[in-house]
């Protein structure tokens, strides 16, 4: 089947504009990740859903990080007033769900977002 | 100090080689311990995963936890060109799952 579809997948944009981020998770996936790839940083956690429950926020960076997830399903990552330290890879993943906070399974990654902000 | 440490490489190994990819982490009730590898311009992709110490196999894959030292390997024998990518360790508990930064592996031919 399908696996997790991201798009665009490359953005450029100019400092102090917002972007959205858009994530299509695995059919039947409960739970879905937003992570940031910076590099030599690896993978940091920004913000996890799980089924109806209250998202995890708690790796956002700032306030001018938010995301939604819509019917359950697609999700979208919006950054406001984009900063130059906000350019990287922009990773979603999807599970699931049957593990709270998903570390016991596979975490299934779409290609990501490159955002560059000039 | 970060809860999971994985020198980033790069790792330079000729083919036929047999490489060692290590990690630590700093929380004893982590309990999943897995390796995910990304290729150039892709997402992550599970490479191994296990949740006990001692070695788990996998074709040219190990990959090895020791708890009592907090220390996670993947060794990878006989390398191929087709092994270079970053390899990615990850652990965690139920929730929440941490990834290291990733070595970059080049296998040259």
């Known amino acids: 089947g399908a696996g997790v579809s991201q798009s665009p997948s490359n953005k450029v944009t100019e400092k102090g504009k917002d972007v959205e981020l858009r994530c299509d998770p695995i059919?039947?996936?409960?739970?879905l990740y937003w992570y940031r790839q910076s590099l030599g940083q690896g993978l940091e956690f920004l913000i996890y859903f799980q089924g109806n429950s209250a998202p995890d926020k708690s790796g956002l960076p700032s306030d001018r990080f938010s995301a939604e997830r819509t019917g359950g399903s697609v999700s979208t990552l919006t950054i406001q007033r984009t900063q130059q330290e906000d350019s990287a890879v922009y990773l979603c993943?999807?599970?699931?769900?049957?593990?709270?906070?998903?570390?016991?399974?596979?975490?299934?990654f779409g290609p990501g977002t490159r955002l560059l902000v000039l | 100090q970060k809860e999971v440490e994985q020198d980033p490489g790069p790792l330079s190994v000729p083919e036929g080689a047999i490489v060692s990819l290590n990690c630590t982490y700093s929380n004893s009730a982590f309990q999943y311990f897995m390796w995910y590898r990304q290729y150039s311009r892709k997402g992550p992709e599970l490479l191994m995963y296990t949740y006990s110490s001692g070695n788990k196999e996998d074709g040219r894959f190990t990959a090895q936890v020791d708890k009592s030292s907090k220390y996670i390997s993947l060794f990878i024998r006989d390398s191929q060109p087709s092994d270079s990518a970053t390899y990615l360790c990850a652990t965690g508990n139920t929730d929440k799952l941490i990834f290291g930064t990733g070595t970059r592996l080049q296998v040259f031919p």
């Open positions: 059919s039947g996936h409960t739970a």
């Open positions: 993943a999807s599970t699931p769900g049957w593990s709270s906070g998903g570390a016991g399974e596979t975490q299934y």
